[in-house]
Each structure stands twice: as structure tokens, then as C-alpha cells.
């Protein structure tokens, strides 16, 4: 099993598919990587060698931001749209969506489950 950037790739996937389930890296990022460290990309995990597992660290090192580090840049995105008070920043304090959907039916993910009102008395039994 091939240990990269803090992450355990599934042995039995081809090195393509693989390199995704690192955070920061997607199928495009992956194609172009290979290309240029020259492995196949249809390899089985399992089957790399020591010197491609190395050379593919190094490569992602140098040039890629990747897991913690892209997490703490996305939240220190979100984070300077709050203190700004933009827009953007306002709907993400308020746990509602922020790219102009429609709140009044659907955004059950941002909004959360319909709560029911407290307190509400039934009508009593005659």
C-alpha cells in the first residue's frame, strides 16, 4: 500500500484513479502528473516501484498545495468573507446557500430538516 501526502491509496486501483483520493488532486491533475513523471496510468497501485512512489511524492511537494494546507487556505477564504461582510460572507454565517438558489423550497443541505415549533399547544378534546 502506497503512502502519499498523508494518505493511504487503495492498492488494488490503477495509479490514475488512485492519486484522487488525495485532497487537491483530481483526475485532470493526476493524467498530467503521470504524463510527466512517464508511468502508465492504467498501473496497478500495488505494482509501483519505489523510485515512482518517490518521484511522485517529490513531484506533488513541489508543486501542488494538498490536504491540510489547501483546507486551511479554503477556510482563511471563507473566514476573510465573513470579516469583510460581503455578500458571500453573510450567507456563510448564516448557513444558508450563497450562489443565488432559491431558499424557499429546497436548500434542505445548507438550511438543515424542518424543525418543529416549540411549545405549539393541540386543540384540546371535547
Known amino acids: 500500500m502506497a ?8 492498492k488494488n486501483k490503477r495509479i490514475e484513479i488512485g492519486l484522487t483520493y488525495i485532497y487537491g488532486i483530481g483526475i485532470s491533475s493526476s493524467k498530467k502528473l ?5 508511468i502508465n496510468p492504467n498501473t496497478i497501485i500495488n505494482k509501483l516501484s519505489d ?8 513531484i506533488l511537494n ?3 498545495e494538498l490536504e491540510g494546507d489547501l483546507k486551511r487556505i ?16 453573510r450567507r456563510h454565517k448564516l448557513g444558508l446557500p450563497l450562489r443565488g438558489q ?17 411549545g405549539k399547544k393541540k386543540a384540546p378534546r371535547k
Open 102 to 118: 432559491r431558499t424557499r423550497t429546497n436548500a434542505r443541505t445548507r438550511r438543515g430538516t424542518k424543525k418543529t415549533i416549540a
Open 34 to 38: 503521470l504524463k510527466t513523471i512517464a
Open 62 to 64: 513541489k508543486e501542488y
Open 74 to 89: 479554503e477556510t482563511m477564504n471563507i473566514k476573510r468573507l465573513m470579516d469583510i461582510r460581503s455578500y458571500k460572507g
Open 51 to 58: 523510485k515512482e512512489i518517490i518521484a511522485i511524492r517529490q
Open 3 to 10: 503512502r502519499i501526502a498523508g494518505v493511504d491509496l487503495p
